[in-house]
């Protein structure tokens, strides 16, 4: 009786049905939709009815490739998808086609500076050791797009480290960009959905200069942060000069709308080693006060 081997399921596995359900007998019955797996019916699963369910499986889908891939902690990279890098930055001036453009295409140049400190931020944060357990820290994880998105996995792969690439359908035809991991790089249908799974592992945050995809990331996260829906992380916020000129943080504290201590809820950096040096700082104090 102590040899007995008792069977770990007995019920077939839901790929096994599906490889079955597709090889059932042509009749009108089977035919039929309404004759498919709920799982396999694609118009099903797009019905308007079925939106929580899909809201589920975004959820779970991310979750468990991130379980799976040990990844405990992340850091994310918010910026422009506009930005250009150094090397290319000289083509928006060829393509300018008058004085409006041209002073666009100089402003973009110049920052193409924030391409390389993302790239050398992230390339810091990757070479964090593994924990005891196996888990990876302060995986970088970008919006998956070209820019500052690129950079920052593109500084991941520098040091042979994976990188994740948090991708959303647009109207206008986009793809990852190609330093994602491809086992890493996920594809959302609801912004919300992906923006929660950028910051339910963050354990830092660095928003370089953006638009209005970027202000949307940083002001819920800073949100989250002021209202104390999650617990303070680092948030860098690097090129000072440009948000302080498209942000009056200041004004809102004069307005009385925020308070004087919210605005420490951010912090300026000029640097990839001033950056990773807060995050360290942080997370050392951290270990420090929780020890006493």
């Not at 008058?98 to 666009?104: A, H, M, Q, T």
């Not at 647009?170 to 190609?178: I, R, S, T, V």
Request: hydrophobic share 40%; proline share 5%.
């Amino acid at each position: 009786m102590n040899d007995t081997r008792v069977p770990d399921r007995v019920f077939p596995r839901a790929r096994q049905d599906a490889e079955s359900a597709a090889q059932s007998v042509q009749t009108a019955q089977t035919a039929h939709p309404a004759y498919k797996l709920a799982f396999q019916d694609m118009d099903f699963l797009l019905r308007e009815d079925l939106r929580p369910t899909r809201f589920q499986l975004e959820l779970l889908k991310t979750s468990l490739i991130m379980e799976e891939a040990h990844i405990g902690s992340t850091f994310v990279f918010y910026g422009s998808a506009r930005i250009p890098e150094p090397a290319k930055a000289d083509a928006l001036l060829d393509l300018a086609t008058d004085e409006k453009n041209r002073r666009i295409a100089e402003s973009l140049k110049a920052k193409s500076k924030y391409y390389d400190m993302a790239r050398e931020l992230a390339s810091l944060a990757s070479n964090f050791p593994r924990d005891l357990q196996g888990q990876r820290h302060f995986v970088v994880c970008s919006g998956g797009g070209p820019s500052i998105m690129e950079a920052a996995n593109r500084g991941a792969q520098d040091v042979h480290a994976e990188s994740i690439g948090l991708n959303i359908v647009l109207p206008h035809e986009q793809a990852p960009n190609p330093y994602v991991t491809p086992s890493l790089s996920v594809q959302f249908h609801y912004f919300a959905l992906r923006k929660m799974h950028f910051l339910l592992k963050a354990r830092a945050v660095a928003a370089f200069p953006g638009g209005f995809g970027t202000f949307d990331e940083l002001f819920e996260l800073l949100t989250l942060i002021q209202t104390g829906k999650i617990k303070p992380i680092p948030v860098l916020l690097y090129g000072r000069e440009f948000w302080e000129r498209v942000v009056n943080f200041e004004a809102l504290v004069e307005e009385g709308v925020v308070s004087e201590r919210d605005l420490g809820i951010f912090r300026y950096v000029d640097t990839p080693a001033e950056g990773w040096a807060v995050v360290q700082r942080f997370y050392d104090e951290q270990a420090e006060a929780e020890a006493a």
